[in-house]
């Protein structure tokens, strides 16, 4: 089958949902994943926080968190972190988890007959944010990490900032936070997602562009920091070309599973040592510590550089029979 004729069978899903936050279907209180019990309100999480005096960890997600095709980074986090036995225990014991769905994630299906699909998604990301039981945000974790950069870090966001007043929770990431040089992130969501837009003739974006100024130099230091952040899976590319990008050299006779391993700890390594520097500046900059919609425009947008508010996720341009007008 031609490159042509296989993107004519192409449908592209989901590019025009309303931006908004919307919970599991199913279950009003919970949606059950991995054995944890992922609160479906933020609002009942955090009244549930008050009652327990612990944090919420609140996963920020495009797609559902029960669903198979929800988008690349919540799937993996899904499939590794989630299902360590560690990870439990700190949800059960140390923090009221919940989740949200910042809005649906775009698939993408390709109908090779007989039966025969192939089904991708693109854009989106998953973000973890520790929010005190008053709904203020004390930290975020952008994209995929494992669990020997995961635990170490969450529980000493827990440890110092749970109980922490505002002015506390400010000088802390004041403390932590670092100019960063220019780094690509969204390895392993590229080697997924960076062919499909390739197949789709997709135009390569920058995505959201980063403010250039403000009216504090805290806060312009985040945003130069924060611009100097590029999102390699919204880069169109061949399968080939990603995974030697992100792996050093080509796939070959390599395990994939191994390969997999390898780049998803590239991933959390960057995430620990260039995106988390950016998320303590952002924090360290506010005037007073942000409730989660505002802090989904600064990590989504001024951060991982998603354009979730656009209607088609900077998409419109590939105009493929099943696109939305």
Same mark, same amino acid.
């Given at each position: 089958?031609?490159?042509?004729?296989?993107?004519?069978?192409?449908?592209?899903?989901?590019?025009?949902?309303?931006?908004?936050?919307?919970?599991?279907?199913? @279950?009003?209180?919970? #949606?059950?994943?991995?054995?944890?019990?992922?609160?479906?309100?933020?609002?009942?999480?955090?009244?549930?926080?008050?009652?327990?005096?612990?944090?919420?960890?609140?996963?920020?997600?495009?797609?559902?968190?029960?669903?198979?095709?929800?988008?690349?980074?919540?799937? #993996?986090?899904?499939?590794?972190?989630?299902?360590? *036995?560690?990870?439990?225990?700190?949800?059960?014991?140390?923090?009221?988890?919940?989740?949200?769905? +910042?809005?649906?994630?775009?698939?993408?299906?390709?109908?090779?007959?007989?039966?025969?699909?192939?089904?991708?998604?693109?854009?989106?990301?998953? $973000?973890?944010?520790?929010?005190?039981?008053?709904?203020?945000?004390?930290?975020?974790?952008?994209?995929?990490?494992?669990?020997?950069?995961?635990?170490?870090?969450?529980?000493?966001?827990?440890?110092?900032?749970?109980?922490?007043?505002?002015?506390?929770?400010?000088?802390?990431?004041?403390?932590?936070?670092?100019?960063?040089?220019?780094?690509?992130?969204?390895?392993?969501?590229?080697?997924?997602?960076? *062919?499909?837009?390739?197949?789709?003739?997709?135009?390569?974006?920058?995505?959201?562009?980063?403010?250039? %100024?403000?009216?504090? *130099?805290?806060?312009?230091?985040?945003?130069?920091?924060?611009?100097?952040?590029?999102?390699?899976?919204?880069?169109?590319?061949?399968?080939?070309?990603?995974?030697?990008?992100?792996?050093?050299?080509?796939?070959?006779?390599?395990?994939?599973?191994?390969?997999?391993?390898?780049?998803?700890?590239?991933?959390? @390594? +960057?995430?620990? #040592? %260039?995106?988390?520097?950016? $998320?303590?500046?952002?924090?360290?900059?506010?005037?007073?510590?942000?409730?989660?919609?505002?802090?989904?425009?600064?990590?989504?947008? #001024?951060?991982?550089?998603?354009?979730?508010?656009?209607?088609?996720?900077?998409?419109?341009?590939?105009?493929?029979?099943?696109?939305?007008?």
């Amino acid at each position: 089958m031609t490159r042509k004729a296989i993107i004519g069978t192409v449908a592209v899903c989901g590019l025009a949902t309303a931006v908004g936050v919307a919970w599991a279907r199913g @279950s009003s209180s919970a #949606t059950h994943v991995n054995g944890i019990s992922w609160r479906n309100s933020l609002k009942d999480a955090l009244a549930e926080a008050k009652r327990q005096g612990k944090p919420v960890l609140l996963l920020s997600m495009f797609g559902r968190i029960d669903e198979e095709m929800a988008c690349a980074n919540a799937r #993996t986090l899904r499939a590794t972190l989630f299902k360590d *036995p560690e990870f439990k225990k700190l949800v059960t014991t140390e923090v009221v988890p919940a989740w949200e769905m +910042v809005r649906a994630v775009p698939k993408i299906e390709i109908d090779l007959g007989d039966g025969k699909k192939i089904r991708r998604t693109v854009r989106g990301n998953a $973000v973890m944010y520790l929010v005190n039981p008053d709904g203020k945000v004390l930290d975020a974790y952008p994209g995929v990490y494992t669990s020997d950069d995961f635990f170490p870090m969450v529980r000493a966001s827990i440890r110092d900032l749970a109980r922490a007043d505002d002015a506390s929770v400010v000088a802390y990431h004041k403390s932590l936070g670092n100019m960063i040089p220019r780094t690509a992130t969204t390895m392993g969501k590229s080697v997924m997602e960076s *062919p499909t837009l390739d197949l789709l003739g997709a135009a390569p974006t920058d995505g959201v562009q980063t403010p250039s %100024r403000s009216s504090s *130099p805290e806060r312009d230091r985040f945003l130069v920091a924060a611009s100097r952040i590029s999102d390699m899976s919204l880069t169109p590319m061949p399968a080939s070309v990603a995974i030697a990008r992100v792996s050093g050299k080509p796939l070959g006779d390599r395990d994939p599973k191994a390969v997999a391993a390898e780049v998803m700890k590239r991933d959390s @390594s +960057v995430n620990m #040592t %260039r995106v988390r520097p950016v $998320v303590h500046l952002w924090l360290a900059s506010e005037p007073s510590l942000p409730e989660i919609d505002k802090a989904r425009d600064a990590v989504l947008e #001024t951060i991982l550089k998603i354009p979730y508010k656009d209607p088609y996720f900077g998409l419109k341009d590939v105009l493929l029979p099943g696109t939305p007008e």
